[in-house]
């Protein structure tokens, strides 16, 4: 079984660019969540999708958004980038039916800001 | 709000060693706890988790015991080997769906380096 997806796995941006993220879950599962790691504040929630619909979101500001297709598959973006966006942002889905708390993490794509 | 704090790192082990990485919460509700493991260059991955008070979760040799009295879940191994090389990440997940779906609430993370 695939695991889940992410891509692309390295991308430098400069301040006030925007970015596109992209993950692919694990077949079958519904919910994909987002997090943002960093040395200094560690792995923070972004949001959550499941069936193409928000339904968690975390403490960041407003240029931070996602969607999720029919497919599952989600996307993050990030507008007028910061150089404090500069992380490792990762993707892990789960089934969705309920919440137990166990998530399967993609690799992650690093985003550097220059 | 929910809070997770791990013990200070980085740990450097040998083989064989017992290994204890010490793992606090806070939290209103009754949450789930887990431990997660990320390995160089790799995603997370689950290790193993605890749903209720006394609950023992293991994997692989490692266990973690869900304490409600003192608010802990610590992680401990008898031997650890070269393999178990990696940052290990205390967690934990408010059940009660709603403003929990897909969040859990991480711990700083503790490098665990193992020598031969």
Same mark, same amino acid.
């Given at each position: 079984?695939? =695991?889940?997806?992410?891509?692309?796995?390295?991308?430098?941006?400069?301040?006030?660019?925007?970015?596109?993220?992209?993950?692919?879950?694990?077949?079958?599962?519904?919910?994909?969540?987002?997090?943002?790691? /960093?040395?200094?504040?560690? #792995?923070?929630? #972004?949001?959550?999708?499941?069936?193409? /619909?928000?339904?968690?979101?975390?403490?960041?500001?407003?240029?931070?958004?996602?969607?999720?297709?029919?497919?599952?598959?989600?996307?993050?973006?990030?507008?007028?980038?910061?150089?404090?966006?500069?992380?490792?942002?990762?993707?892990?889905?789960?089934? =969705?039916? =309920?919440?137990?708390?166990?998530?399967?993490? =993609?690799?992650?794509?690093?985003?550097?800001?220059? | 709000?929910?809070?997770?704090?791990?013990?200070?790192? $980085?740990?450097?082990?040998?083989?064989?060693? +017992?290994?204890?990485?010490?793992?606090?919460?806070?939290?209103?509700?009754? $949450?789930?706890?887990?431990?997660?493991?990320?390995? $160089?260059? @790799?995603?997370?991955?689950?290790?193993?988790?605890?749903?209720?008070?006394?609950?023992?979760?293991?994997?692989?040799?490692?266990?973690?015991?869900?304490?409600? @009295?003192?608010?802990?879940?610590?992680? @401990?191994?008898?031997?650890?080997?070269?393999?178990?090389?990696?940052?290990?990440?205390?967690?934990?997940?408010?059940?009660?769906?709603?403003?929990?779906?897909?969040?859990?609430? +991480?711990?700083?993370?503790?490098?665990?380096?193992?020598? $031969?």
């Amino acid at each position: 079984k695939a =695991g889940v997806t992410q891509t692309p796995r390295y991308l430098i941006k400069t301040r006030g660019q925007q970015v596109t993220l992209s993950c692919s879950p694990i077949s079958g599962h519904r919910s994909v969540s987002w997090y943002q790691q /960093t040395p200094g504040q560690g #792995l923070q929630f #972004l949001f959550e999708y499941f069936s193409e /619909t928000q339904r968690n979101k975390g403490n960041f500001p407003g240029r931070f958004s996602g969607r999720q297709f029919s497919n599952s598959r989600s996307e993050m973006n990030v507008s007028t980038l910061e150089l404090g966006d500069s992380a490792l942002y990762l993707c892990a889905s789960s089934s =969705g039916t =309920g919440w137990a708390g166990e998530l399967f993490f =993609g690799e992650g794509s690093r985003l550097t800001v220059l | 709000g929910d809070s997770v704090t791990q013990m200070e790192g $980085p740990v450097t082990l040998s083989e064989e060693a +017992f290994l204890t990485i010490n793992c606090t919460y806070t939290a209103t509700g009754y $949450p789930s706890l887990f431990w997660y493991v990320q390995y $160089p260059g @790799e995603g997370l991955q689950l290790l193993l988790k605890a749903t209720k008070a006394d609950d023992k979760g293991s994997n692989k040799g490692f266990e973690a015991t869900y304490r409600k @009295e003192t608010t802990s879940f610590h992680l @401990e191994k008898g031997s650890v080997q070269v393999s178990d090389s990696a940052v290990y990440f205390c967690a934990l997940s408010d059940s009660s769906g709603g403003t929990s779906y897909g969040k859990l609430t +991480f711990g700083q993370g503790t490098i665990l380096t193992v020598h $031969p």
